[in-house]
């Protein structure tokens, strides 16, 4: 590590050893989703000394993010979303080489190019872009490194982390294998796949809702309720599982299992879907 690199990340170390430390400046980590929990990842991500970021997000800020989505302002509503984030992160490690993209993930080979020299892939698109989740984390498969995604429920977080050789994102939720990618009506997934463990507040909000408007919240067509607590939390707990999967600092969390907390219900769940 050069001095300017220890200097920053200098109250790191005690936590993190000097060898872990630049084991995560050599590490190259993919974030697919520049909004609520995924504009916080990247600036987590670089404050714990990640050296190279890929980000990626073809969605443009607008007045309903201020509430919770870092790098949004109202000096950049209509501005993309990964362009604003990397504006705001890239002075923070002026050695960290962070890859910004406007394009997204829409076919098998962007994926491929997104996962190509990453070390780990985490997927933070909107529950609407189910196509170009499975078609990541098939690409991370490909690669051999593990994939997870983290979503925000209410005042909680929830984070399922897939290894390259187990489970796919198809079969985690029910899916057949050859799945038709191109019929959104067969990639529609339940709402005990997307939130195994509802939030007493969240189940009491979903009763005066009907069940087609939530199959529309869970399908990413009608936005649902959300807030900057469970966005911070989300996007602390993918950090916190990335840097245990790029140093291997205890066990691996591995679906089928996943990792839940919730600040108002005062839960810390590790379950399994069923």
Do not use: H, W
């Amino acid at each position: 590590m050069d001095n300017l690199y220890k200097a920053i990340f200098c109250r790191n170390i005690g936590f993190f050893t000097e060898s872990e430390q630049d084991k995560l400046r050599r590490s190259t980590i993919a974030i697919a989703g520049m909004g609520g929990v995924g504009g916080l990842l990247a600036e987590r991500l670089i404050r714990l000394g990640v050296g190279q970021l890929k980000i990626t997000d073809t969605g443009a800020f607008e007045e309903s993010n201020l509430n919770r989505q870092f790098g949004s302002s109202m000096l950049n509503l209509g501005q993309n979303k990964a362009e604003m984030v990397f504006a705001q992160i890239k002075d923070i490690n002026p050695q960290a080489r962070v890859q910004c993209s406007n394009t997204g993930i829409t076919t098998e080979n962007d994926a491929s190019l997104f996962v190509s020299d990453c070390d780990l892939v985490i997927d933070e698109m909107d529950l609407g872009a189910f196509r170009q989740s499975i078609l990541l984390q098939r690409a991370a498969r490909c690669r051999g490194i593990y994939y997870l995604f983290a979503s925000a429920i209410g005042f909680g977080a929830l984070v399922v982390i897939f290894d390259p050789q187990g489970l796919t994102l198809e079969e985690y939720n029910k899916l057949p294998p050859n799945v038709d990618l191109n019929d959104a009506e067969k990639l529609r997934i339940s709402a005990e796949r997307a939130a195994p463990i509802m939030p007493s507040y969240v189940a009491s909000y979903l009763t005066t809702l009907t069940p087609d408007t939530i199959q529309k919240m869970m399908a990413g067509e009608r936005p649902g309720p959300t807030t900057s607590i469970g966005a911070g939390l989300a996007s602390i707990l993918a950090a916190n599982e990335a840097i245990n999967i790029i140093l291997n600092k205890r066990d691996i969390v591995k679906a089928p299992k996943y990792t839940y907390i919730d600040l108002l219900d005062r839960q810390l769940i590790v379950g399994v879907v069923s």
